[in-house]
């Protein structure tokens, strides 16, 4: 029998310090599915937290924050980070950041203390302010890219972009691309662009998200000609996909607690940070009080009985990223269908459309990529496919 995945320590502690945010992202998992609580991690579930990561986080681990928005929280996330270094538990810290709170003295103190950050911010004004906008409507762009900025010019370090993608939404493919210039312009590298999954979508969706990704295509093709590497989401999975000729070992992944788990506020634990926001009794594994419980060991038992599928499954038999497919965000699956193996359609067919489109701009720059992914699966060590 295969053995579970799971590690006596942990290689990062993903922490809810906070599910308050300014924010009402028209597209927010955590808001638009769930009646989210505005809590706040206290001092004594921060006090238990750091006992926790005593036991179970690996002394070169660390602890990342997520929300909610956690700059919304500073004086709880500060406290954890100075417990935390005060007791030897973590020297290194991250969080992901919608940027709005950004403020230079916040910055100043991250900059002391081992920080990254994830900028959470959907390309440029007029596609980010049409769903990402405070509680009353408000649009945040631009305060949110001169705190970018700042952090840039007071760390020295060009953050990674999470950017989400409205996948129903012409307007917003067709100005995708020339956001994407805009950003690798301006020095950024890593653009981790994903659609949103969670929608129905017919062919005429897919053929301008097709469009889109072909207009992002070319414009990566020129980059690279010239020795320039930018990360796509979408060059990494049609990389993979082709990289590999047997099914990917889908039974070790994120999303199961096998190197990082997802706290909440009051102290509960996830097998990873967006399964906090369904607060589901069938996800919980466990607390900071008292630890891991039973659930951790039959989620990941239940996981490794079969491979994930898709939701229409016949469309297994012929995607191109099949090889390369791991079942998505297991998060997502849950949210929608309650079961963590069923991968949406959606998200089927965009990965199969993503290998089919970005194919011949992998295989025309193969060196360049495989540099800088390296051999995705071990037995195929980054070799040229055939």
């Given at each position: 029998m295969r053995r579970l995945p799971l590690p006596n320590k942990l290689r990062n502690l993903t922490v809810w310090n906070t599910s308050k945010c300014p924010f009402r992202c028209k597209y927010c998992f955590v808001y638009q599915?769930?009646?989210?609580?505005?809590?706040?991690?206290?001092?004594?579930?921060?006090?238990?937290?750091?006992?926790?990561?005593?036991?179970?986080?690996?002394?070169?681990?660390?602890i990342w924050f997520f929300g909610g928005e956690p700059l919304a929280s500073f004086d709880s996330l500060k406290e954890i980070v100075d417990k935390a270094i005060a007791n030897g538990v973590a020297d290194h810290f991250g969080v992901t950041t919608n940027l709005y709170l950004l403020t230079e003295?916040?910055?100043?103190?991250?900059?002391?203390?081992?920080?990254?950050?994830?900028?959470?911010?959907?390309?440029?004004?007029?596609?980010?302010d049409k769903y990402r906008v405070l509680k009353d409507g408000s649009p945040t762009w631009h305060r949110c890219w001169n705190n970018l900025k700042n952090w840039i010019k007071i760390t020295g370090r060009t953050p990674e972009i999470r950017w989400t993608i409205q996948t129903t939404d012409p307007e917003?493919?067709?100005?995708?691309?020339?956001?994407?210039?805009?950003?690798i312009e301006n020095g950024f590298r890593v653009l981790a662009m994903d659609f949103v999954y969670e929608v129905d979508i017919d062919d005429d969706v897919l053929?301008?998200?097709?469009?889109?990704?072909?207009?992002?295509?070319?414009?990566?093709?020129?980059?690279?000609?010239r020795g320039v590497w930018i990360h796509t989401m979408m060059v990494r999975d049609a990389f993979s996909a082709l990289n590999t000729r047997v099914r990917t070992p889908y039974w070790s992944r994120c999303g199961l607690a096998q190197g990082d788990v997802g706290i909440?506020?009051?102290?509960?634990?996830?097998?990873?940070?967006?399964?906090?926001?369904?607060?589901?009794?069938?996800?919980?594994?466990?607390?900071?009080?008292?630890?891991?419980?039973?659930?951790?060991?039959r989620l990941n038992e239940k996981w490794m009985k079969y491979p994930p599928y898709s939701q229409k499954p016949w469309l297994c038999l012929t995607c191109r990223?099949?090889?390369?497919?791991?079942?998505?965000?297991?998060?997502?699956?849950?949210?929608?269908?309650?079961?963590?193996?069923?991968v949406p359609e959606t998200a089927c067919r965009i990965k199969d459309l993503?290998?089919?489109?970005?194919?011949?701009?992998?295989?025309?720059?193969?060196?360049?990529?495989?540099?800088?992914?390296?051999?995705?699966?071990?037995?195929?060590?980054g070799k040229r496919p055939e």
């Open positions: 599915l769930y009646d989210v609580i505005g809590e706040e991690m206290d001092h004594d579930t921060i006090d238990a937290l750091i006992h926790f990561a005593g036991h179970h986080l690996d002394p070169s681990g660390g003295d916040k910055i100043r103190w991250m900059a002391t203390r081992n920080f990254n950050i994830l900028a959470s911010i959907d390309g440029t004004a007029e596609i980010h917003v493919l067709q100005k995708t691309p020339e956001a994407m210039r805009f950003f053929a301008e998200v097709e469009k889109m990704m072909r207009e992002i295509s070319r414009i990566l093709d020129a980059y690279y000609s909440a506020p009051n102290g509960k634990i996830y097998p990873c940070h967006r399964f906090v926001s369904s607060a589901s009794d069938e996800m919980l594994i466990g607390d900071v009080f008292k630890g891991f419980n039973e659930n951790r060991v990223f099949k090889n390369a497919c791991h079942g998505q965000c297991i998060a997502m699956n849950w949210d929608l269908f309650r079961d963590i193996h069923v993503t290998v089919r489109v970005f194919e011949p701009l992998v295989r025309k720059h193969w060196d360049l990529i495989a540099r800088h992914h390296g051999p995705m699966f071990s037995w195929d060590r």
